[in-house]
T-cell receptor
Framework: AQSVAQPEDQVNVAEGNPLTVKCTYS??????LFWYVQYPNRGLQFLLK??????LVKGSYGFEAEFNKSQTSFHLKKPSALVSDSALYFC???????????FGAGTRLAVHP | EAEVAQSPRYKITEKSQAVAFWCDPI?????LYWYRQILGQGPELLVQ????????DSQLPKDRFSAERLKGVDSTLKIQPAELGDSAMYLC????????????FGPGTRLLVL
């Protein structure tokens, strides 16, 4: 079955430090991978996606993600965290012909001053 | 910047009542999605439209939920009768087309069933 796992419920990081939010997936065939961010009582905002090509994908607000096929991972990274990055982050995978997204359970990122 | 519009933003209703949510996708987007997000979980697809046609409603509880996109533009999701377990955030998203296109989400409707 297709699935996405975000192994950490919460990630805590100090402002200015690098951050990583982890995501692994299980999909037959070639996956299309996405990261979204959600602020309280808001919808999801698109950050970045991997379809094909370079394994390192750059997105909005200084975020980037690295696709690792052998480890079936797509971890989200940022070199220097901001307090305003504090939010709920979702990894998602799309497969098949109808662009159906399967989401992970989400990881809450807390950036402390 | 074009956005997906949803209304209402918040809805409180009593169980057994009917409730409806509206979504207006980004102009020109052929594909529209309704998701349900239960607190503490990721969104789950309820129904997907390509223009006015349903292409996936496998997770839609059809005994009480219905969705339509009559002219292939805006869409309505209805629940009748509402149950306590329907309390959740209902998110609408749209994409240019169905093939690996980015989905853009609206602000959501938070439903509370009492």
């Amino acid at each position: 079955a297709q699935s996405v796992a975000q192994p950490e419920d919460q990630v805590n990081v100090a402002e200015g430090n690098p951050l990583t939010v982890k995501c692994t997936y299980s999909v037959s065939g070639n996956p299309y991978l996405f990261w979204y961010v959600q602020y309280p009582n808001r919808g999801l905002q698109f950050l970045l996606k991997y379809i094909t090509g370079d394994n390192l994908v750059k997105g909005s607000y200084g975020f980037e993600a690295e696709f690792n096929k052998s480890q079936t991972s797509f971890h989200l990274k940022k070199p220097s965290a901001l307090v305003s990055d504090s939010a709920l982050y979702f990894c998602a995978v799309s497969f098949g012909g109808y662009n159906k997204l399967i989401f992970g359970a989400g990881t809450r990122l807390a950036v402390h001053p | 910047e074009a956005e997906v519009a949803q209304s209402p933003r918040y809805k409180i209703t009593e169980k057994s009542q009917a409730v409806a949510f509206w979504c207006d996708p980004i102009s020109g987007h052929a594909t529209l999605y309704w998701y349900r997000q239960i607190l503490g979980q990721g969104p789950e697809l309820l129904v997907q439209f390509q223009d006015e046609s349903v292409v996936d409603d496998s997770q839609l509880p059809k005994d009480r939920f219905s969705a339509e996109r009559l002219k292939g533009v805006d869409s309505t999701l209805k629940i009748q009768p509402a149950e306590l377990g329907d309390s959740a955030m209902y998110l609408c998203a749209s994409s240019l087309d169905v093939y690996q296109e980015t989905q853009y989400f609206g602000p959501g409707t938070r439903l509370l069933v009492l």
